[in-house]
Protein backbone atom coordinates (compact mmCIF):
# COMPACT_ATOMS: atom_id res chain seq x y z
CA UNK A 1 0.00 0.00 0.00
CA UNK A 2 1.03 3.27 -0.97
CA UNK A 3 0.73 5.06 2.69
CA UNK A 4 1.92 8.82 1.23
CA UNK A 5 -0.72 8.30 -1.39
CA UNK A 6 -3.59 7.05 0.72
CA UNK A 7 -2.94 8.98 3.21
CA UNK A 8 -3.42 12.26 0.64
CA UNK A 9 -6.75 10.61 -0.31
CA UNK A 10 -8.26 9.54 3.24
CA UNK A 11 -6.81 11.69 5.41
CA UNK A 12 -8.43 15.28 6.69
CA UNK A 13 -5.79 17.59 5.34
CA UNK A 14 -5.14 19.73 7.79
CA UNK A 15 -1.55 18.91 8.30
CA UNK A 16 1.36 20.12 6.01
CA UNK A 17 3.51 16.76 6.53
CA UNK A 18 7.23 16.97 5.99
CA UNK A 19 8.17 14.06 3.17
CA UNK A 20 8.69 10.91 5.95
CA UNK A 21 7.47 8.13 7.02
CA UNK A 22 8.35 6.86 10.42
CA UNK A 23 7.92 3.23 11.16
CA UNK A 24 9.89 1.89 14.30
CA UNK A 25 12.22 3.50 16.76
CA UNK A 26 14.78 2.75 19.45
CA UNK A 27 15.34 6.16 21.99
CA UNK A 28 16.75 8.77 19.82
CA UNK A 29 17.14 6.84 16.90
CA UNK A 30 14.43 6.53 14.80
CA UNK A 31 13.53 4.35 11.21
CA UNK A 32 11.45 5.50 7.83
CA UNK A 33 9.69 2.40 5.78
CA UNK A 34 13.53 1.64 3.84
CA UNK A 35 14.98 1.21 7.20
CA UNK A 36 17.48 4.78 7.25
CA UNK A 37 18.12 5.60 10.55
CA UNK A 38 17.35 9.24 12.01
CA UNK A 39 18.57 10.47 14.94
CA UNK A 40 15.24 11.98 16.53
CA UNK A 41 15.86 15.86 18.02
CA UNK A 42 11.61 16.78 17.84
CA UNK A 43 9.78 13.64 20.06
CA UNK A 44 6.68 13.81 17.95
CA UNK A 45 6.49 17.38 19.01
CA UNK A 46 7.81 16.98 23.15
CA UNK A 47 6.13 13.58 23.52
CA UNK A 48 8.46 10.85 23.81
CA UNK A 49 10.41 12.08 26.99
CA UNK A 50 12.57 9.02 27.43
CA UNK A 51 12.83 8.25 23.91
CA UNK A 52 10.78 5.85 21.32
CA UNK A 53 9.81 2.64 23.42
CA UNK A 54 11.58 3.09 26.11
CA UNK A 55 12.07 -0.64 28.05
CA UNK A 56 10.29 0.21 31.59
CA UNK A 57 7.45 2.63 30.50
CA UNK A 58 6.49 -0.22 28.03
CA UNK A 59 6.59 -2.75 30.64
CA UNK A 60 4.08 -0.26 32.41
CA UNK A 61 1.92 0.30 30.19
CA UNK A 62 1.75 -4.02 29.32
CA UNK A 63 1.26 -4.79 33.06
CA UNK A 64 -2.08 -2.74 33.04
CA UNK A 65 -3.35 -3.67 29.88
CA UNK A 66 -2.99 -7.09 31.01
CA UNK A 67 -4.90 -5.76 33.85
CA UNK A 68 -7.81 -3.97 32.86
CA UNK A 69 -7.59 -1.87 29.94
CA UNK A 70 -10.41 0.44 30.08
CA UNK A 71 -13.15 0.95 33.02
CA UNK A 72 -14.51 4.56 33.56
CA UNK A 73 -14.86 7.37 35.39
CA UNK A 74 -17.48 6.28 37.10
CA UNK A 75 -15.07 3.84 39.19
CA UNK A 76 -12.07 3.83 41.38
CA UNK A 77 -9.03 3.69 39.18
CA UNK A 78 -5.92 2.62 41.22
CA UNK A 79 -3.24 4.05 38.10
CA UNK A 80 -5.46 6.92 37.93
CA UNK A 81 -5.21 7.85 41.61
CA UNK A 82 -1.69 7.07 41.67
CA UNK A 83 -0.59 9.66 39.33
CA UNK A 84 -2.65 11.85 40.68
CA UNK A 85 -0.94 11.64 44.13
CA UNK A 86 2.27 12.25 42.64
CA UNK A 87 1.14 15.11 40.53
CA UNK A 88 0.13 16.70 43.42
CA UNK A 89 2.95 15.70 46.00
CA UNK A 90 5.39 16.58 42.85
CA UNK A 91 3.71 20.30 42.18
CA UNK A 92 2.09 21.44 45.44
CA UNK A 93 -1.02 21.41 43.80
CA UNK A 94 -3.91 19.96 45.41
CA UNK A 95 -6.07 18.46 43.32
CA UNK A 96 -6.25 16.88 39.11
CA UNK A 97 -8.66 16.69 36.09
CA UNK A 98 -7.53 14.27 33.90
CA UNK A 99 -8.62 14.67 29.80
CA UNK A 100 -6.68 13.45 26.75
CA UNK A 101 -5.03 16.11 25.32
CA UNK A 102 -3.11 19.55 25.59
CA UNK A 103 -6.69 21.37 24.40
CA UNK A 104 -8.16 19.70 27.31
CA UNK A 105 -6.31 20.27 29.65
CA UNK A 106 -6.90 23.96 28.76
CA UNK A 107 -10.46 23.97 28.79
CA UNK A 108 -10.30 22.81 32.34
CA UNK A 109 -8.33 25.40 33.34
CA UNK A 110 -10.74 27.63 31.89
CA UNK A 111 -13.75 26.08 33.37
CA UNK A 112 -11.38 26.06 36.87
CA UNK A 113 -11.04 30.14 36.33
CA UNK A 114 -14.62 30.60 35.64
CA UNK A 115 -16.30 28.78 37.80
CA UNK A 116 -14.08 30.04 40.51
CA UNK A 117 -14.98 33.72 39.83
CA UNK A 118 -18.47 33.16 38.92
CA UNK A 119 -19.14 31.27 42.12
CA UNK A 120 -17.12 34.00 44.19
CA UNK A 121 -18.40 37.26 42.19
CA UNK A 122 -21.05 36.21 39.92
CA UNK A 123 -20.81 35.30 36.08
CA UNK A 124 -20.16 39.43 34.95
CA UNK A 125 -16.64 38.26 36.32
CA UNK A 126 -15.76 35.73 33.42
CA UNK A 127 -12.88 37.81 31.24
CA UNK A 128 -9.40 35.89 30.91
CA UNK A 129 -6.37 37.71 29.66
CA UNK A 130 -3.85 35.47 27.37
CA UNK A 131 -0.78 36.73 25.62
CA UNK A 132 0.09 38.03 22.13
CA UNK A 133 1.64 35.27 20.03
CA UNK A 134 0.52 32.30 22.74
CA UNK A 135 -0.73 29.08 21.80
CA UNK A 136 -3.39 27.13 23.81
CA UNK A 137 -4.68 24.45 22.06
CA UNK A 138 -7.41 23.66 18.86
CA UNK A 139 -10.79 23.49 20.28
CA UNK A 140 -13.12 26.26 19.37
CA UNK A 141 -12.47 27.52 23.24
CA UNK A 142 -8.59 27.19 23.22
CA UNK A 143 -8.35 28.94 19.46
CA UNK A 144 -9.90 32.35 21.61
CA UNK A 145 -7.38 31.61 24.52
CA UNK A 146 -4.84 31.58 21.72
CA UNK A 147 -3.32 35.04 21.27
CA UNK A 148 -2.54 34.97 17.37
CA UNK A 149 -5.33 36.31 14.88
CA UNK A 150 -4.30 33.84 12.39
CA UNK A 151 -6.43 31.39 14.44
CA UNK A 152 -8.98 33.51 14.47
CA UNK A 153 -10.60 32.97 11.46
CA UNK A 154 -12.93 30.33 9.53
CA UNK A 155 -14.84 29.03 12.79
CA UNK A 156 -16.53 31.68 14.48
CA UNK A 157 -18.22 32.57 16.62
CA UNK A 158 -15.47 31.93 18.51
CA UNK A 159 -16.46 31.82 22.38
CA UNK A 160 -16.29 35.21 23.64
CA UNK A 161 -14.42 36.79 27.18
CA UNK A 162 -10.54 36.25 25.81
CA UNK A 163 -9.01 39.82 25.85
CA UNK A 164 -4.85 39.71 24.76
CA UNK A 165 -1.96 41.76 26.22
CA UNK A 166 1.92 41.96 24.69
CA UNK A 167 4.54 39.18 26.56
CA UNK A 168 7.01 40.80 28.93
CA UNK A 169 4.67 44.21 29.17
CA UNK A 170 3.78 44.17 32.69
CA UNK A 171 2.47 47.96 32.38
CA UNK A 172 -0.27 47.05 29.35
CA UNK A 173 -1.31 44.04 31.44
CA UNK A 174 -1.94 46.61 34.50
CA UNK A 175 -4.00 48.59 32.36
CA UNK A 176 -6.07 46.25 30.63
CA UNK A 177 -7.03 44.63 34.07
CA UNK A 178 -7.58 48.14 35.43
CA UNK A 179 -10.08 48.76 32.10
CA UNK A 180 -11.82 45.92 32.87
CA UNK A 181 -12.15 45.83 36.88
CA UNK A 182 -13.90 43.39 38.50
CA UNK A 183 -14.19 41.95 35.42
CA UNK A 184 -11.31 39.84 35.58
CA UNK A 185 -11.38 36.21 36.47
CA UNK A 186 -8.07 34.76 35.54
CA UNK A 187 -4.52 35.27 33.41
CA UNK A 188 -3.38 32.50 31.37
CA UNK A 189 -0.19 31.99 29.94
CA UNK A 190 3.02 29.96 28.15
CA UNK A 191 6.21 30.30 30.45
CA UNK A 192 8.03 29.73 26.85
CA UNK A 193 5.28 30.13 24.21
CA UNK A 194 6.38 27.08 22.34
CA UNK A 195 4.51 27.08 18.66
CA UNK A 196 5.07 31.18 18.84
CA UNK A 197 8.74 30.55 18.52
CA UNK A 198 10.22 29.06 21.67
CA UNK A 199 10.24 32.76 23.38
CA UNK A 200 10.88 32.35 27.53
CA UNK A 201 8.62 35.29 29.47
CA UNK A 202 11.14 37.29 31.33
CA UNK A 203 11.44 36.79 35.22
CA UNK A 204 10.18 39.72 36.41
CA UNK A 205 7.37 39.86 33.78
CA UNK A 206 6.02 36.93 35.42
CA UNK A 207 6.84 37.52 39.07
CA UNK A 208 4.81 40.87 38.70
CA UNK A 209 1.79 39.01 37.41
CA UNK A 210 1.94 36.53 40.29
CA UNK A 211 1.89 39.52 42.58
CA UNK A 212 -1.03 41.21 41.04
CA UNK A 213 -3.00 38.39 40.26
CA UNK A 214 -2.91 37.71 44.17
CA UNK A 215 -3.97 41.06 45.06
CA UNK A 216 -6.85 41.23 43.03
CA UNK A 217 -7.76 37.42 43.27
CA UNK A 218 -7.15 36.98 40.10
CA UNK A 219 -6.51 33.22 38.97
CA UNK A 220 -3.21 32.71 36.93
CA UNK A 221 -3.03 29.87 34.61
CA UNK A 222 0.11 28.56 33.31
CA UNK A 223 -0.11 26.21 30.50
CA UNK A 224 2.49 23.70 30.45
CA UNK A 225 1.23 21.63 27.73
CA UNK A 226 4.95 21.74 26.33
CA UNK A 227 7.12 23.13 29.23
CA UNK A 228 5.95 20.59 31.19
CA UNK A 229 7.44 17.35 32.36
CA UNK A 230 11.20 17.97 32.93
CA UNK A 231 11.69 19.66 29.21
CA UNK A 232 12.81 22.94 30.55
CA UNK A 233 15.16 21.73 33.75
CA UNK A 234 12.81 21.61 36.34
CA UNK A 235 10.10 19.31 36.71
CA UNK A 236 7.63 22.50 35.23
CA UNK A 237 8.81 25.54 33.87
CA UNK A 238 6.93 27.81 36.43
CA UNK A 239 9.69 26.07 39.13
CA UNK A 240 12.10 27.99 36.97
CA UNK A 241 10.18 31.56 38.17
CA UNK A 242 9.88 30.75 41.61
CA UNK A 243 6.10 30.99 41.15
CA UNK A 244 3.12 29.37 42.51
CA UNK A 245 0.46 29.13 39.87
CA UNK A 246 -3.95 28.26 40.51
CA UNK A 247 -4.07 25.85 37.84
CA UNK A 248 -1.82 24.42 35.73
CA UNK A 249 -2.59 22.33 32.40
CA UNK A 250 -0.14 19.78 30.85
CA UNK A 251 -0.02 16.97 28.12
CA UNK A 252 2.40 16.35 25.64
CA UNK A 253 5.39 14.40 27.39
CA UNK A 254 3.34 13.55 30.74
CA UNK A 255 2.46 10.14 29.26
CA UNK A 256 5.85 9.12 27.44
CA UNK A 257 3.97 8.72 24.07
CA UNK A 258 0.33 8.23 25.03
CA UNK A 259 -2.77 10.99 24.99
CA UNK A 260 -3.08 12.48 28.25
CA UNK A 261 -4.05 16.08 29.30
CA UNK A 262 -3.89 16.90 32.91
CA UNK A 263 -5.24 20.06 34.56
CA UNK A 264 -3.45 20.29 38.35
CA UNK A 265 -5.83 22.48 40.15
CA UNK A 266 -3.96 24.84 43.41
CA UNK A 267 -5.25 25.51 46.97
CA UNK A 268 -7.11 28.38 46.40
CA UNK A 269 -9.71 26.57 43.60
CA UNK A 270 -9.57 23.19 44.48
CA UNK A 271 -12.99 22.37 45.05
CA UNK A 272 -14.61 24.76 42.46
CA UNK A 273 -15.09 21.67 40.32
CA UNK A 274 -17.76 19.54 41.91
CA UNK A 275 -19.74 16.49 40.41
CA UNK A 276 -21.37 17.12 36.83
CA UNK A 277 -19.09 19.81 36.52
CA UNK A 278 -16.90 18.11 34.18
CA UNK A 279 -15.92 15.03 32.65
CA UNK A 280 -14.47 12.78 29.64
CA UNK A 281 -15.12 8.97 29.14
CA UNK A 282 -11.34 8.26 28.24
CA UNK A 283 -9.71 11.23 30.19
CA UNK A 284 -7.33 9.26 32.60
CA UNK A 285 -7.22 5.93 31.19
CA UNK A 286 -5.50 3.27 33.38
CA UNK A 287 -3.17 2.72 30.42
CA UNK A 288 -2.07 5.93 30.25
CA UNK A 289 -1.84 6.83 33.58
CA UNK A 290 -0.09 4.01 34.00
CA UNK A 291 2.54 4.42 31.64
CA UNK A 292 2.62 8.47 33.09
CA UNK A 293 2.92 7.30 36.81
CA UNK A 294 6.61 5.45 35.09
CA UNK A 295 7.29 8.80 33.31
CA UNK A 296 7.11 10.74 35.87
CA UNK A 297 8.59 8.36 39.12
CA UNK A 298 11.37 8.76 36.77
CA UNK A 299 11.88 12.44 36.19
CA UNK A 300 14.44 12.67 38.82
CA UNK A 301 16.89 15.76 39.66
CA UNK A 302 19.77 13.30 38.09
CA UNK A 303 17.40 13.63 34.99
CA UNK A 304 16.93 17.55 35.15
CA UNK A 305 20.42 17.97 35.76
CA UNK A 306 21.53 16.50 32.31
CA UNK A 307 18.70 18.54 31.06
CA UNK A 308 20.31 21.77 32.07
CA UNK A 309 23.70 20.07 30.76
CA UNK A 310 22.71 19.32 27.49
CA UNK A 311 20.93 22.79 26.83
CA UNK A 312 24.38 24.18 27.82
CA UNK A 313 26.10 21.95 25.41
CA UNK A 314 23.75 22.85 22.18
CA UNK A 315 23.92 27.11 22.89
CA UNK A 316 27.37 26.69 23.22
CA UNK A 317 27.65 24.49 20.15
CA UNK A 318 25.46 27.08 17.80
CA UNK A 319 26.29 30.36 19.32
CA UNK A 320 30.25 30.13 20.05
CA UNK A 321 29.54 31.36 23.71
CA UNK A 322 30.60 30.17 27.10
CA UNK A 323 27.79 30.05 29.63
CA UNK A 324 27.86 29.99 33.19
CA UNK A 325 26.08 28.03 35.89
CA UNK A 326 23.24 30.52 35.25
CA UNK A 327 23.77 30.10 31.88
CA UNK A 328 24.85 33.85 31.29
CA UNK A 329 27.28 34.25 28.62
CA UNK A 330 31.09 34.87 29.89
CA UNK A 331 32.94 34.56 27.13
CA UNK A 332 33.68 32.74 23.57
CA UNK A 333 34.52 29.30 23.04
CA UNK A 334 38.16 29.41 21.21
CA UNK A 335 36.09 28.54 17.59
CA UNK A 336 34.14 31.26 18.33
CA UNK A 337 37.05 34.05 18.39
CA UNK A 338 38.18 32.47 15.72
CA UNK A 339 35.03 32.52 13.46
CA UNK A 340 34.16 35.88 14.34
CA UNK A 341 37.78 37.59 13.49
CA UNK A 342 36.97 35.61 10.15
CA UNK A 343 33.90 37.58 9.78
CA UNK A 344 35.28 40.63 10.85
CA UNK A 345 38.63 40.83 9.65
CA UNK A 346 40.45 41.25 12.72
CA UNK A 347 43.13 39.25 14.81
CA UNK A 348 42.76 36.79 16.44
CA UNK A 349 45.52 35.72 18.88
CA UNK A 350 43.50 34.31 21.58
CA UNK A 351 44.36 32.67 24.60
CA UNK A 352 42.82 29.53 26.31
CA UNK A 353 43.54 30.96 29.67
CA UNK A 354 42.03 33.86 29.24
CA UNK A 355 38.81 32.26 27.79
CA UNK A 356 38.62 30.11 30.69
CA UNK A 357 38.65 33.26 33.16
CA UNK A 358 35.89 34.65 30.98
CA UNK A 359 37.36 38.12 29.75
CA UNK A 360 37.53 37.08 25.90
CA UNK A 361 35.79 39.83 24.74
CA UNK A 362 38.81 41.81 26.08
CA UNK A 363 41.41 40.88 23.94
CA UNK A 364 39.27 41.26 20.58
CA UNK A 365 38.23 44.86 21.67
CA UNK A 366 37.86 46.04 18.19
CA UNK A 367 35.45 43.54 17.28
CA UNK A 368 31.81 45.28 16.14
CA UNK A 369 29.01 43.58 15.20
CA UNK A 370 26.95 44.88 12.48
CA UNK A 371 24.85 47.36 14.07
CA UNK A 372 28.46 48.50 15.59
CA UNK A 373 28.09 47.31 19.10
CA UNK A 374 31.31 45.93 21.06
CA UNK A 375 31.31 42.48 21.78
CA UNK A 376 31.11 42.71 25.23
CA UNK A 377 27.53 44.89 24.72
CA UNK A 378 26.40 42.23 22.84
CA UNK A 379 26.81 39.51 25.91
CA UNK A 380 26.07 41.76 28.52
CA UNK A 381 22.37 43.14 27.06
CA UNK A 382 21.40 39.50 26.28
CA UNK A 383 17.68 38.70 27.22
CA UNK A 384 16.40 36.27 29.35
CA UNK A 385 16.19 33.28 27.14
CA UNK A 386 17.56 34.72 24.17
CA UNK A 387 21.41 33.88 23.50
CA UNK A 388 23.21 35.94 20.61
CA UNK A 389 24.91 33.43 18.09
CA UNK A 390 28.01 34.28 16.70
CA UNK A 391 28.26 31.38 14.10
CA UNK A 392 27.77 32.06 10.58
CA UNK A 393 23.61 31.22 9.34
CA UNK A 394 22.97 31.59 12.63
CA UNK A 395 20.85 34.64 15.00
CA UNK A 396 20.08 33.50 17.95
CA UNK A 397 19.59 30.83 20.07
CA UNK A 398 16.28 31.15 22.19
CA UNK A 399 14.05 29.02 24.74
CA UNK A 400 15.29 26.89 28.24
CA UNK A 401 16.60 23.60 28.59
CA UNK A 402 15.40 20.70 25.77
CA UNK A 403 12.88 23.64 24.30
CA UNK A 404 14.97 25.72 22.22
CA UNK A 405 14.58 27.70 19.20
CA UNK A 406 17.60 28.53 16.65
CA UNK A 407 17.16 31.96 14.37
CA UNK A 408 18.31 31.47 11.08
CA UNK A 409 19.38 33.55 8.34
CA UNK A 410 17.54 31.02 6.10
CA UNK A 411 14.55 29.57 6.02
CA UNK A 412 14.00 27.34 8.66
CA UNK A 413 11.20 24.63 6.88
CA UNK A 414 14.27 24.28 4.38
CA UNK A 415 16.96 24.19 6.49
CA UNK A 416 14.61 21.11 8.39
CA UNK A 417 13.98 19.41 5.63
CA UNK A 418 17.66 19.14 4.52
CA UNK A 419 18.53 17.95 7.74
CA UNK A 420 16.08 15.20 7.22
CA UNK A 421 16.92 14.37 4.01
CA UNK A 422 20.59 14.00 6.01
CA UNK A 423 19.25 12.07 9.12
CA UNK A 424 18.25 13.89 11.86
CA UNK A 425 14.83 15.28 12.71
CA UNK A 426 14.13 18.59 14.05
CA UNK A 427 11.10 20.85 13.54
CA UNK A 428 9.83 24.51 13.29
CA UNK A 429 8.45 27.00 15.26
CA UNK A 430 7.06 30.32 13.21
CA UNK A 431 10.49 31.22 11.46
CA UNK A 432 12.89 28.99 13.43
CA UNK A 433 14.23 25.48 13.47
CA UNK A 434 13.10 24.15 16.93
CA UNK A 435 14.37 21.34 18.81
CA UNK A 436 12.56 19.47 21.22
CA UNK A 437 15.02 16.16 22.00
CA UNK A 438 14.45 13.45 24.35
CA UNK A 439 15.52 14.45 27.98
CA UNK A 440 17.87 11.24 28.11
CA UNK A 441 19.20 11.28 24.72
CA UNK A 442 22.92 10.92 24.78
CA UNK A 443 25.70 13.79 24.24
CA UNK A 444 27.34 11.81 21.37
CA UNK A 445 23.95 11.69 19.36
CA UNK A 446 23.00 15.20 20.28
CA UNK A 447 26.35 16.55 19.14
CA UNK A 448 26.12 14.11 15.41
CA UNK A 449 22.41 15.54 15.31
CA UNK A 450 23.17 18.91 16.24
CA UNK A 451 26.21 18.58 13.47
CA UNK A 452 24.10 17.19 10.69
CA UNK A 453 21.48 20.63 11.49
CA UNK A 454 24.70 22.80 11.37
CA UNK A 455 25.59 21.35 7.54
CA UNK A 456 22.08 22.14 6.93
CA UNK A 457 22.19 25.39 7.76
CA UNK A 458 25.48 25.81 5.87
CA UNK A 459 24.19 24.26 2.91
CA UNK A 460 20.76 25.31 2.32
C1 LIG B 1 1.39 25.39 24.89
C2 LIG B 1 0.42 24.47 24.24
N1 LIG B 1 -0.82 24.41 24.70
C3 LIG B 1 -1.74 23.60 24.15
C4 LIG B 1 -1.41 22.79 23.08
C5 LIG B 1 -2.46 21.87 22.49
O1 LIG B 1 -2.15 20.54 22.82
P1 LIG B 1 -2.84 19.34 22.05
O2 LIG B 1 -2.36 19.35 20.65
O3 LIG B 1 -2.40 18.10 22.82
O4 LIG B 1 -4.32 19.53 22.15
C6 LIG B 1 -0.12 22.82 22.56
C7 LIG B 1 0.25 22.00 21.40
O5 LIG B 1 1.20 22.24 20.71
C8 LIG B 1 0.82 23.69 23.16
O6 LIG B 1 2.08 23.77 22.70
Known sequence: MDIKSNDKEFIANTYGRFDLELVKGKGSLLYDENDKEYIDLGTGIAVNIFGAGDEEWKQAVIDQLNLIPHTSNLYYS???????????????????????????ANECMIKVIRKYASDKYGDERNIIITLINSFHGRTVTTLSATGQDVFHKSFGPFTGGFLYTPANDFAALKT??????????????????GEGGVIALTPD??????AYCKENDILLGIDEVQTGNGRTGKLYAFMNY??????????????????????????KCKDTLNAGSHGSTFGGNPVVTAGAYNILSRVDDALLNGVKEKSRLIIEKLTYLKLDDDMKPVGFTAEGIDEIAKLQDCRSDHDEDIIETGKTAKIVPDLRTKDGKTVEEVIKNYQFGIWPSFRKGIVSVSGMGLMLGIQTEKEAKAIVNKAIEKGTIALTAKTKVRLLPALNISNDLLEKGLDTILSAIEEV
Open 205 to 210: FVKSIE
Open 242 to 267: GITPDVVSTAKGVAGGLPLGACLIGD
Open 176 to 193: LCEENKGKVAGIMMELVQ
Open 78 to 104: VPQVKLAKLLCEKTGMKKVFFGNSGAE
